[in-house]
């Protein structure tokens, strides 16, 4: 079983930086897909980035794409996403997941994930 941590999110203005890291607990990290997703207040919860258990291949909403970067480190049982070039749409709550295989479906349950973080505040004011 995986256990998930996000930390890193916060207030910055349109064109910052943000890097939020996941931390996950649990023998089997790395043989996980692993993924962000995120939800903006009134609006339905979107995918944002994904990374194979490797790290060789990653995958990204058209929204964030060049702008958004994830990795993972599998000795640290972390996965990384670097914001670059924030602007006012992406602040949202952002969550860490974790399963076995890729699941890019924001509209599936949290249940349907074999981990689900609690969430961290990404707030980018124009």
């Known amino acids: 079983q995986v256990q998930l941590v996000e930390s890193g999110g916060g207030l910055v203005q349109a064109g910052g930086s943000l890097r939020l890291s996941c931390v996950a607990s649990?023998?089997?990290?790395?043989?996980?897909?692993m993924g962000w997703f995120r939800q903006a207040p009134g609006k339905d919860r979107e995918f944002v980035a994904a990374i194979n258990w490797s790290g060789t291949d990653t995958y990204y909403t058209d929204s964030v794409r060049g702008r958004f970067t994830i990795s993972r480190d599998n000795a640290k049982g972390t996965v990384y996403l670097q914001m670059n070039s924030l602007k006012p749409e992406d602040t949202a709550v952002y969550y860490c997941?974790?399963?076995?295989?890729?699941?890019?479906?924001?509209?599936?349950?949290?249940?349907?994930?074999?981990?689900w973080g609690q969430g961290t505040q990404v707030t980018v004011s124009s």
């Open positions: 997941e974790a399963d076995r295989n890729l699941i890019t479906r924001a509209t599936l349950p949290t249940t349907s994930f074999e981990a």
């Open positions: 649990g023998r089997t990290f790395s043989s996980y897909f």
